[in-house]
C-alpha cells in the first residue's frame, strides 16, 4: 500500500514535470514511447544527435546511431534519442528520423547547444544537439542518464582563447548524470576536471581504476575525484544526487574496451598533427571538434571511427545497466 502511493506521487511528479516542460517549451514533441516511459519510471536514456551530424561519417552514423538504440533496448533500456527536426524539439526518433537527419547532405544540420536553439527553432531547420543541448531538453522533462562517447571541454589554450564547452556549464545546472568515455586528449584535460569541480559536478571513474579516462584512450594520467565499480552504486549516487535537489550533473567516465582502446603515444601524436592542421586552416569556436574528429579519422585511416563506435555502444550499454537499477531504487 505504501509502495503503491509512493509509485503515485512520483507518477504524479513526472507527470507535473512533464506538464511544466510541454507548458515552457513551445516545439517540444515527446514520442509516445517516451512519454509512457516517463510517467511509468522505466529505464529511459537519452541519447544526443551532434554525433550523428556531426560527429563521425555518413552512413556510418546512421548505423551506428540505430545500433546504439538496439543496445540500451537490449539491456532492457528505452532510448530517447533528443534532435531537432523542421525547428521542432524532438525525443525519441524513429528509425526513419533517425536516417533523415544522418544524411548531411540533404537534412543540413545545424550543430546545436542551448545558444543555437532558437535560431534552429525560429528558422524550422534540423539540429544535431551537442550534450550540453541535449542535457537542457533531458533535465526539463526529467530523464535522469544520458549516454555519449565523450564530452566537450576547455580546449588547450583555453585560458587565452575563452573556448570552453557550453557542455561545462551545462553539466554544472542539470541533474543529470552523463556516461562518456572521458574527455578527448584534443581538449586540456586536467583544466577540464578543474572546470567541472567548479561547476559542483560529480566525476567518477566507472569500472577502470582512478586514471580519468581519454576518450580514444584507457588512461589521461589524470585522476577523478572518485572511483565507483557498480552499476548499483552508481544507480544509488545519482539516487541521492536528486534526493539532495542538488539539480547538478555527474558524470561517470568509463574507460573505452581494452580491445579498442588506441596506443596512448600514437593517438597523442594524431592529435598533434590534427591540431596544428586546424591552427594552420584558421578553424575555431564550433567548427573545431567536428573538424578535429574528422582529422583524426582521415590520419588514422579510420582506426580512431571504430573506436569512437565501440566506446559509445559500450557506455550506452553502462548507462541502460545503471538506468535499470535507477529505476528499481524509484520504486
Ligand atoms: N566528442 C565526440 N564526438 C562528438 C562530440 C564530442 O567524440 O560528436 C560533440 C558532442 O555533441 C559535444 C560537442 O557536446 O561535440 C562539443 O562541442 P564543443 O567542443 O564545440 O562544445
Ligand atoms: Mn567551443
Known amino acids: 500500500m505504501l509502495s503503491l502511493s509512493r509509485r503515485l506521487i512520483s507518477n504524479n511528479l513526472i507527470r507535473i514535470n512533464l506538464n511544466r516542460g510541454l507548458a515552457?517549451?513551445?516545439?517540444?514533441?515527446?514520442?509516445d514511447e517516451v512519454k509512457c516511459a516517463l510517467n511509468e519510471d522505466k529505464p529511459l536514456v537519452a541519447l544526443e544527435s551532434t554525433i550523428i551530424t556531426h560527429g563521425m561519417p555518413y552512413p556510418q552514423n546512421v548505423k551506428c546511431a540505430l545500433e546504439v538504440?538496439?543496445?540500451?533496448?537490449?539491456?532492457?533500456?528505452?532510448?530517447?534519442t533528443v534532435a531537432i527536426i523542421n525547428g521542432q524539439v524532438r525525443v525519441g526518433l524513429t528509425e526513419g528520423e533517425i536516417?533523415?537527419?544522418?544524411?548531411?547532405s540533404t537534412s543540413q544540420p545545424i550543430?546545436?547547444?542551448?545558444?543555437?536553439?532558437?535560431?534552429?527553432?525560429?528558422?524550422?531547420?534540423?539540429?544535431?544537439?551537442?550534450?550540453?543541448?541535449?542535457?537542457?531538453?533531458?533535465?526539463?522533462?526529467?530523464?535522469?542518464?544520458f549516454?555519449?562517447?565523450?564530452?566537450?571541454?576547455?580546449?588547450?589554450?583555453?585560458?587565452?582563447?575563452?573556448?570552453?564547452?557550453?557542455?561545462?556549464?551545462?553539466?554544472?545546472?542539470?541533474?543529470?548524470?552523463?556516461?562518456?568515455?572521458?574527455?578527448?586528449?584534443?581538449?586540456?584535460?586536467?583544466k577540464t576536471l578543474e572546470f567541472l569541480e567548479t561547476q559542483g559536478v560529480f566525476v567518477a571513474t566507472f569500472g577502470g581504476g582512478k586514471d580519468f579516462p581519454a576518450f580514444y584512450s584507457r588512461r589521461s594520467g589524470c585522476f577523478a575525484p572518485y572511483c565507483v565499480e557498480d552499476v548499483r552504486d552508481a544507480a544509488e549516487i545519482i539516487h541521492r544526487n536528486r534526493g539532495l535537489d542538488l539539480q547538478s550533473g555527474m558524470l561517470f567516465a568509463v574507460p573505452v574496451p581494452e580491445k579498442f582502446a588506441l596506443d596512448e603515444n600514437v593517438i597523442?601524436?594524431?592529435?598533434?598533427?590534427?591540431?596544428?592542421?586546424?591552427?594552420?586552416?584558421?578553424?575555431?569556436?564550433?567548427?573545431?571538434?567536428?573538424?578535429?574528429?574528422?582529422?583524426?579519422?582521415?590520419?588514422?585511416?579510420?582506426?580512431?571511427?571504430?573506436?569512437?563506435i565501440a566506446l559509445i555502444k559500450n557506455n550506452a550499454k553502462t548507462a541502460s545497466l545503471i538506468a535499470v537499477e535507477l529505476s528499481k531504487l524509484k520504486k
Open 24 to 31: 515552457n517549451f513551445n516545439n517540444l514533441i515527446i514520442s
Open 69 to 80: 538504440e538496439a543496445v540500451v533496448r537490449n539491456q532492457g533500456g528505452i532510448p530517447a
Open 99 to 104: 536516417t533523415a537527419l544522418g544524411d548531411v
Open 111 to 145: 550543430k546545436t547547444s542551448r545558444r543555437d536553439m532558437c535560431y534552429v527553432v525560429s528558422t524550422r531547420r534540423n539540429g544535431g544537439t551537442t550534450v550540453s543541448g541535449t542535457l537542457l531538453v533531458a533535465s526539463k522533462i526529467g530523464i535522469p542518464i
Open 147 to 190: 549516454a555519449t562517447g565523450g564530452i566537450g571541454g576547455v580546449h588547450r589554450g583555453g585560458e587565452r582563447t575563452f573556448d570552453v564547452s557550453a557542455d561545462l556549464i551545462e553539466l554544472g545546472r542539470s541533474g543529470v548524470a552523463v556516461v562518456s568515455s572521458g574527455v578527448k586528449s584534443i581538449l586540456d584535460i586536467p
Open 268 to 308: 597523442n601524436d594524431v592529435i598533434e598533427e590534427a591540431l596544428k592542421d586546424a591552427t594552420k586552416r584558421g578553424i575555431e569556436g564550433k567548427e573545431i571538434t567536428p573538424f578535429l574528429l574528422g582529422r583524426i579519422g582521415e590520419i588514422t585511416d579510420g582506426k580512431s571511427l571504430d573506436t569512437n
